[in-house]
């Protein structure tokens, strides 16, 4: 608590009174500590707080890992931090990321703030350390307690806990909620300072968190649980009061008009799917060309660029993305037009508008629903549906800005109620599972390894295939050339008879036997196509594909190039 007042006063900030009532939780060992908060309030700085508290005398943590739903936004919140550090000159904590692909500190030893994503947090937790995923698959073993001790030793802090859930998306299985909640369980069982963190958390899945660790014997109660309601901050609500944002509902034919009657002003696009996005930016383009001002966001970017246009953003008048802005990227928009989702969704993609301190006025435009496509295969349609009827409602109205997110909230909080039930969305099955690998002592890698095969990953993002841009690794190998996707889009490509990437060491009986042609020696790889008795083999496996190509030694699949202007897209 003290720190956050030293914080707030070397870096020039208004100090947040409902940040320092988390943190006087924090420190008074309220565990674990759900912080449900406005988007833009500066959360973060809890996380900040802590990391620079781990190198205290008589702290009772020796870093802070921070987890986010998405490994797109950790470049951008290790960023933000770095700066802040870097402005307070305390040299002695240091900023670390951790996803697959930027192993800063693999095994989560580093001292400091150590910013993650969710799938490579849930494989380190339950006994399958992401760095060593390969030799696990492939050998049969690995050092699964270093990062579980050094996580058991942290301060924790769960980011936009409803989208590390998944909750409203068409994942039946949920497996990134189970894993969430058996994460929650275990670490509050052990002890470990834990904070929750989000603007749009529902009320059901807090209700899921209290029904999961009452279970254990822990009971969450009011201080548990902070509240916007909770206190009055009059300094913020005063400066969202000044904030006024203009809400309507546009058809699709529309959006150009808009875009011609905004000129000048900052414009975020957020569609639901990325082919959606790239034709969107296509069309942007016969208007007004190619430019540095506009830019076009969203997974199936290389990696290399997809950090280049991050930091580009701030420059950008015209962002056309994808899910990828909804949190963790602290910019400020003049206008949104967004695809319908979720109310918990729309609320982070709305946050984005009119969020700097000088920012007065914002245009929040929501694309109309004329048939199923914006969602599906994304969304559930029974939510998004009800989102949009509350939408509606709103159409050609001008709110404040706190205002419309608490409007926004309490109709959220009725449209989940009214869908889910919170013990009817934990996933007891996987819960039982990942609970017991944590907890028994003799369940070790070879139980690990067997129940990430059955439940087909510990997360919803589990199961994403590398897909190497040939052009650029022939002249240099690096895992920034690669773009991950589905296992479904990887078994397209598969069937396509696209190159894949194999590993030197493979036998030399085992390498003409699996490959039909060389086409390029790199110096630990080389760049083949695969015979079509094992590719009919790998398309019929029962495993995740991850797995079944790991077991050949393929690191990644490979296409002649992706297009680094739109990235690797079928439109």
């Known amino acids: 608590f003290q720190i956050y007042g030293n914080v707030c006063r070397l870096l020039g900030w208004e100090p947040r009174i409902l940040i320092e009532e988390a943190l006087r939780r924090f420190d008074d060992g309220i565990n674990p500590l759900i912080v ?52 307070l000159s305390f040299k002695k904590v240091k900023i670390y990321k951790q996803y697959m692909g930027s192993p800063m500190s693999p095994f989560y030893c580093g001292r400091g703030i150590i910013v993650t994503a969710l799938d490579t947090f849930m494989m380190n937790l339950f006994k399958v350390p992401a760095p060593e995923f390969r030799k696990l698959i492939e050998l049969g073993y690995s050092h699964y307690d270093i990062p579980r001790a050094n996580i058991y030793s942290s301060a924790v802090v769960f980011d936009e806990f409803h989208l590390l ?25 052990a002890g470990v300072p834990l904070v929750i963190s989000t603007a749009t958390l529902p009320e059901v899945l807090v209700e899921a968190i209290k029904g999961v660790l009452k279970k254990i014997g822990i009971e969450v109660d009011e201080r548990n649980v902070l509240r ?7 300094i913020f609500k005063r400066s969202m ?4 944002i203009s809400f309507g509902v546009v058809s699709e034919d529309e959006i150009i008009n808009l875009l011609r009657a905004n000129s000048g002003k900052r414009i975020l696009f957020v569609m639901n799917k990325v082919e959606r996005a790239v034709k969107l930016f296509r069309k942007i383009h016969q208007i007004i060309g190619y430019g540095s001002q506009t830019i076009l966001l969203h997974g199936r970017l290389r990696e290399d660029i997809k950090k280049e246009r991050v930091k580009d953003i701030d420059y950008a008048q015209i962002v056309i ?17 967004t695809d319908p989702c979720p109310l918990d969704r729309f609320i982070q993609r709305a946050g984005r ?23 599906s295969g994304v969304y559930s349609r029974e939510l998004t549906k009800d989102s949009i009827n509350v939408l509606e409602k709103l159409n050609g109205e001008t709110l404040e800005k706190l205002e419309l997110e608490e409007i926004l909230i309490r109709e959220m909080e009725q449209v989940y109620e009214r869908h889910m039930n919170p013990d009817s969305i934990i996933p007891h099955a996987r819960l039982k599972i990942l609970s017991q690998l944590d907890e028994q002592p003799l369940l070790g890698k070879d139980e690990a390894r067997q129940a990430l095969i059955g439940l087909e990953g510990f997360t919803d993002s589990f199961g994403i295939v590398a897909v190497f841009d040939a052009l650029e690794i022939r002249k240099n190998f690096s895992y920034e050339f690669c773009v991950g996707v589905s296992e479904d889009t990887a078994k397209k490509l598969l069937k396509s008879g696209c190159m ?3 590993r030197e060491k493979l036998k030399r009986e085992d390498l003409s036997r699996y490959v039909e042609e060389v086409e390029f020696d790199l110096e630990d790889f080389k760049l083949v196509r695969l015979r079509e008795w094992l590719v009919e083999k790998l398309l019929s496996s029962r495993e995740p594909l991850t797995i079944s190509l790991l077991k050949y030694g393929v690191e990644g699949l490979a296409v002649e190039s992706i297009d680094p202007m739109e990235g690797l897209v079928w439109t």
Not at 241 to 244: C, G, I, N, T, Y
Request: proline share 2%.
């Open 321 to 337: 993305a994808t899910q990828v802005v909804e949190a963790g990227v602290d910019k400020s928009f003049d206008v949104l037009i």
């Open 36 to 87: 449900k908060l406005p988007t833009g309030y500066g959360k973060t700085s809890i996380t900040l707080c802590a990391g620079l508290a781990c190198r205290e005398t008589g702290s009772n943590w020796l870093r802070v890992i921070h987890v986010l739903p998405m490994r797109s936004i950790v470049d951008d919140i290790e960023l933000r931090l770095s700066n802040h550090i870097q402005k």
């Open 353 to 375: 508008i009119a969020r700097s301190a000088e920012s007065r006025e914002g245009d929040i435009y929501v694309i109309e629903l004329t048939d199923d496509e914006p969602y």
């Open 228 to 234: 916007w309601v909770d206190l009055k901050d009059d």
């Open 241 to 244: 009061q000044l904030k006024k």
């Open 500 to 502: 894949v990437l194999i």
């Open 165 to 189: 859930s998944n909750i409203g998306s068409l994942d039946d299985e949920l497996k990134s909620l189970a894993s969430s909640l058996a994460a929650v369980r275990a670490l509050c069982e």
